[in-house]
C-alpha cells in the first residue's frame, strides 16, 4: 500500500515539476502557468473519463501537491447511466454511510490508476504548452518595443551575426549587415543598439537588433540631449553612412533654445558621447529650414556655396562654389554630398564656379578620345566641364564613379594637356 502511495505521488508531481521549471525561469505570469496547467490535467481526465467537467482540481505549486476530486450523483444502482457523472447508491455508502440518492459524492481520482505512460505524455504536453507560451510572451513583449535601444551582453559571435542575451537571458540578434563597419565584439562585452524589427520565424520569435539605422541615432539623441528627449527640439530628419558621417536636420518651435547648439553641447560635451558610441561616426548637426536652396546650402557644410539653382520637377540642385570648396562639398568619400542629398531629398550636382568660364572646355568636346560611357559616368556626379574633374581627387573619382583608377588617370591626363 505505501508503494502504490510513493508512485502515485511521483507521477502525480511530475507535472508540478515540470511547470516548477519553467515558473522559475521564465518571465510569464502566474495566472497563465496556473491555466495551462490546469488545462493539461482536464485533457488527462477527458480522455480517461470521457469528461473533465464534474472535476475540481487543486494545485499547490509551492508543495508540488497536485489532488483532483471527481463530483457525481447518486442514484439507484439499477439507474446508473454515465459512470463518469453517476455514482450507485451501494458505492456512495462506501465512501459516507450518511449519503443518500440525490445528493453529490465527491471522491479523489487517485493519478496512479492513469499509468505512467499518460503521466509522461502529459508532461510533455505541459513543456510544449509552457515553450508556446513564452515564445509568444517574447515575441509580444519586443513587439512593443521596436524603435528603442536595448543593452546586452555579447554571448557569441558568428561570421554573419552575433549573438546578445538581455537581461532576462532572452535570445536577440545582431547580424553584420546592422553593425558599424569598425565594431567589433567578443563574449562578455556589453554593447547598446536598437530594436529593428520582431518577427516569427518557424514558430519562434526573431529579434533583430541594429546600429546602423537612423533610428538608433535618434535615441541616442534622446538619451544625450534632454530637449530632445522633452519634445523642445524635434529631429527633422536623419540620414547616415554608419560608421563614417551623418547629418541631422534640427528645429525648435522655441525661439529661446539653439537647436543646434543645445545637440552638440558646451565644447561638443553632448555629442561626444554619441560619436564614441558610433565608432567616431563624425556628425552633422543643421538648423532645419523650409527654404530649400538655403537648406541645401547649410546641409552642404563646411563647403561655402556662391549660387543655387533649384529644378523642381526633377528635384535637382545645381551647386556652384569656388574651386577651393568644391572638395570640401563632395567630401571624403563623397559622403558628405551624398548624405546632403539624401538629407535635402535633392539630387545635387557640383559646379566650379569660375570667373573666367571661357577657359573651361565641355567633356563633350573630348569624346574622340574619352569613351561616352566615362563622360556619361562623370557627368552623372555633377562633373560637365574639364576643369570640373581636374579639381577633384583621383580618389574621389574612383569612389564616386565606379571608374577604375588607371581609366581615371587617362581621363585627367587627357584633360591636362587640354590646357598645357
Known amino acids: 500500500m505505501c508503494g ?21 525561469l521564465k518571465n510569464i505570469d502566474r495566472a497563465s502557468m496556473m491555466s495551462i496547467l490546469e488545462d493539461v490535467f482536464r485533457n488527462m481526465l477527458k480522455k480517461k473519463f470521457g469528461t473533465a467537467d464534474n472535476f475540481d482540481i487543486v494545485i499547490n505549486t509551492d508543495k508540488g501537491d497536485l489532488d483532483a476530486f471527481r463530483t457525481r ?14 455514482i450507485a447508491y451501494s458505492e456512495a455508502i462506501k465512501i459516507e454511510p450518511d449519503f443518500e440518492i440525490g445528493e453529490d459524492v465527491s471522491d479523489e481520482v487517485k493519478f496512479s490508476d492513469f499509468g505512467r505512460r499518460a503521466v509522461l505524455s502529459a508532461r510533455q504536453n505541459l513543456v510544449a504548452r509552457i515553450l508556446e507560451l513564452e515564445k509568444d510572451a517574447l515575441f509580444k513583449k519586443y513587439k512593443d518595443r521596436v524603435g528603442e535601444i536595448v543593452t546586452g551582453e555579447v554571448y557569441q559571435t558568428w561570421k554573419k551575426e552575433t ?14 549587415s546592422e553593425q558599424i563597419g569598425s565594431d567589433f565584439f567578443k563574449k562578455g562585452d556589453t554593447i547598446r543598439a536598437v530594436i529593428l524589427r520582431v518577427e ?62 543645445a545637440c552638440v553641447g558646451m565644447k561638443g560635451s553632448r555629442i561626444h558621447g554619441i560619436v564614441r558610441e558610433l565608432r567616431n561616426e563624425n556628425i552633422d548637426v543643421i538648423n532645419y529650414t523650409s527654404n530649400i536652396p538655403l537648406f541645401i546650402s ?11 539653382k533649384l529644378d523642381e520637377e526633377t528635384k535637382r540642385a545645381s551647386v556652384f562654389l569656388k574651386p577651393d570648396q568644391v572638395s570640401l562639398a563632395i567630401g571624403k568619400g563623397g559622403y558628405n554630398i551624398k548624405l546632403a542629398g539624401k538629407l535635402t531629398g535633392y539630387e545635387i550636382d557640383v559646379y566650379r564656379d569660375s570667373e573666367d568660364e571661357t577657359e573651361d572646355v565641355d567633356l563633350d568636346e573630348f569624346s574622340d578620345e574619352i569613351e561616352g ?4 559616368a562623370l557627368k552623372a556626379i555633377g562633373c560637365d566641364t574639364a576643369k570640373s574633374v581636374l579639381d577633384l581627387t583621383v580618389e574621389d573619382l574612383v569612389k564616386r564613379t565606379d571608374l577604375e583608377e588607371e581609366t581615371i588617370k587617362e ?4 584633360l591636362k594637356s587640354e590646357f598645357e
Do not use: C, H
Open 4 to 24: 502504490i502511495k510513493s508512485q502515485y505521488k511521483m507521477e502525480a508531481t511530475e507535472l508540478v515539476e515540470a511547470f516548477s521549471e519553467f515558473k522559475e
Open 73 to 86: 450523483l447518486i442514484v439507484a444502482d439499477d439507474e446508473v447511466t454515465d459512470p463518469s457523472t453517476q
Open 163 to 176: 549573438l546578445v542575451m538581455d537581461d532576462d537571458g532572452n535570445e536577440l540578434l545582431l547580424p553584420k
Open 200 to 261: 516569427m520565424l518557424n514558430g519562434n520569435p526573431k529579434i533583430i537588433l541594429s546600429r546602423t539605422s537612423s533610428m538608433f541615432l535618434e535615441r541616442l539623441f534622446e538619451l544625450e540631449v534632454p530637449e530632445v528627449f522633452d519634445g523642445l527640439i524635434t529631429l527633422k530628419k536623419i540620414v547616415r553612412e554608419p560608421g563614417e558621417r551623418a547629418k541631422v536636420a534640427v528645429e525648435s518651435y522655441d525661439d529661446r533654445i539653439d537647436p543646434v547648439g
Open 298 to 308: 547649410r546641409s552642404l557644410s563646411p563647403a561655402k556655396i556662391t549660387s543655387i
Open 373 to 376: 560611357w566615362i563622360i556619361d
Open 411 to 414: 581621363v585627367m591626363r587627357i
